[in-house]
């Protein structure tokens, strides 16, 4: 599958919903001491302004959350549960905090080095996928619309409708309603392709 062009800054520069959506099938890329680490992106949440009471920008901007409020098509990339990192695409208009969760790829490209890395563990969740890639706070605001960044997402296959489930999103603990219920996670049903 060869590589093709980051998506660009327009792409991330729309409503949120619509970003977290068509972000499904899309290559995500990062470059490990000079491998290519890639998969396609089967699984999303959106987080949408300080009114989303499970969004981090329900604090308002602060050294955590800034790169939400940056330009869209960068890297949100925080630390959680004491061991986890998570990659997040931030969306829409700058100085609008929302940013879209990243939380499985289907792996492509170095399969064996993400294996090895997850001690042959899947990459469905969003602490597995960036312990697979090697993804850490050193690319907090990565561009990723940026055809020479270490990481990046890539144009990849498009997902139909009837393979994609929406539903609530997960691990919100006790966020209080209606966000704890808000349909903003979107997975796909199904392996993208099938690996050979």
């Known amino acids: 599958m060869p590589g093709k ?3 660009p800054r327009s792409f991330y520069n729309r409503p949120t919903l619509t970003v977290a959506r068509e972000l499904l099938g899309s290559r995500l890329v990062h ?12 699984e999303t949440e959106a987080y949408i302004g300080e009114d989303d009471l499970a969004c981090h920008a329900k604090a308002g901007r602060t050294i ?5 409020y940056g330009p869209a ?4 990339i925080y630390f ?27 792996p492509i490209e170095g399969i064996d080095v993400m ?18 890639l090697g993804i850490t706070k050193s690319q907090n605001y990565a561009d ?14 498009k997902v139909s409708h009837k393979s994609v489930t929406i539903g609530p999103r997960v691990g919100l603990n006790k966020t209080a309603e209606p966000w704890l219920s808000m349909p903003w996670r979107f997975l796909v049903k199904e392996p993208i392709l099938e690996i050979r």
Not at 90 to 96: A, I, L, N, Q
Request: net charge positive; no cysteine; glycine share 10%.
């Open 5 to 7: 062009a980051p998506l």
């Open 31 to 42: 470059i490990s001491h000079g491998k290519i680490l890639d998969g396609l992106i089967t």
């Open 64 to 68: 955590r959350t800034d790169p939400m």
């Open 73 to 76: 098509g960068h890297a949100y």
């Open 80 to 106: 959680t549960y004491g061991n986890h990192w998570m990659l997040n695409a931030v969306t829409e208009e700058e100085g609008f905090p929302a940013a879209v969760l990243i939380r499985a790829i289907q």
């Open 115 to 132: 294996m090895k890395r997850r001690q042959g563990r899947d990459t469905f969740g969003p602490g597995k996928l960036t312990q697979a």
């Open 144 to 157: 990723l619309t940026d055809s020479a960044s270490s990481l990046r997402i890539e144009a990849g296959i």
